[in-house]
Nanobody, 124 residues
Framework: QVQLVESGGGLVQAGGSLRLSCAAS????????MGWFRQAPGKEREFVAA????????GYADSVEGRFTVSKDNAKNTVYLQMNSLKPEDTAVYYC?????????????????WGQGTQVTVSS
């Protein structure tokens, strides 16, 4: 029903910046929040940030608070993740995800649709 496509990943040096985009299409009328998750090799998929389509409320993981900013463009059905002051430990595949829940979930189990991911690599 919902298709999500991430873009903007790449290779950057520590301290650099990247902006990820997630374009949503299909039957998105029931979507309430868009979340960003990341998964490094051998690690669990972890919550990064999320934003509400209607109210614009946001949530962040402690590890990225103050460095990452999630935003949206409702007209373009697109959400963004601005990543500044990148660290090597930010290296992961980044996924966007859609949820119909009315309370922002931080677990991947709370999300219904997922993009294929985009690789972010931060070199030291």
């Amino acid at each position: 029903q919902v298709q999500l496509v991430e873009s903007g990943g790449g290779l950057v040096q520590a301290g650099g910046s990247l902006r990820l985009s997630c374009a949503a299409s299909g039957r998105t009328f029931s979507s309430r929040f868009m979340g960003w998750f990341r998964q490094a090799p051998g690690k669990e998929r972890e919550f990064v940030a999320a934003i509400s389509w209607s109210g614009g409320g946001t949530g962040y993981a402690d590890s990225v608070e103050g460095r990452f900013t999630v935003s949206k463009d409702n007209a373009k059905n697109t959400v963004y993740l601005q990543m500044n002051s990148l660290k090597p430990e930010d290296t992961a595949v980044y996924y966007c995800a859609d949820t119909r829940r009315t309370i922002l979930p931080r677990s991947p189990l709370g999300y219904d649709y997922w993009g294929q991911g985009t690789q972010v690599t931060v070199s030291s």
